[in-house]
Nanobody
Framework: QVQVVESGGGLVQPGGSLRLSCVAS????????MAWYRQVPGEEREFVAS????????TYSDSVKGRFTISKDNAKNSVFLEMNNLKPDDTAVYYC??????????WGRGTQVTVSS
């Protein structure tokens, strides 16, 4: 059974940085894409960034482009989100998603990021 676990969230001041990690275990098939989303209570889950397993090509939402960087370590079934110049609007629960072609999507339980002075 595939399990996805995020870590690295916390409290940071505006302008600060955090690095989120996401590890998937129990993978039988190679994923096609991994992605980060975030959600604020009462709002819909929002796409943040994604990265292709094979090519490493990354895509970002306009709200984080230039500040966040997604990366991966295929050998460790891990994906990361480096977040710089954080703003209060970045406060949310951050979720990691793994997509297995022809199978399903797997989500973690999320990690809280709070940007506040």
């Amino acid at each position: 059974q595939v399990q996805v676990v995020e870590s690295g969230g916390g409290l940071v001041q505006p302008g600060g940085s955090l690095r989120l990690s996401c590890v998937a275990s129990g993978l039988i098939y190679r994923p096609s894409v991994m992605a980060w989303y975030r959600q604020v209570p009462g709002e819909e889950r929002e796409f943040v960034a994604s990265i292709l397993w094979n090519t490493g090509v990354a895509t970002y939402s306009d709200s984080v482009k230039g500040r966040f960087t997604i990366s991966k370590d295929n050998a460790k079934n891990s994906v990361f989100l480096e977040m710089n110049n954080l703003k209060p609007d970045d406060t949310a629960v951050y979720y990691c998603k793994w997509v297995i072609p022809g199978s399903s999507e797997y989500w973690g339980r999320g990690t809280q990021v709070t940007v506040s002075s």
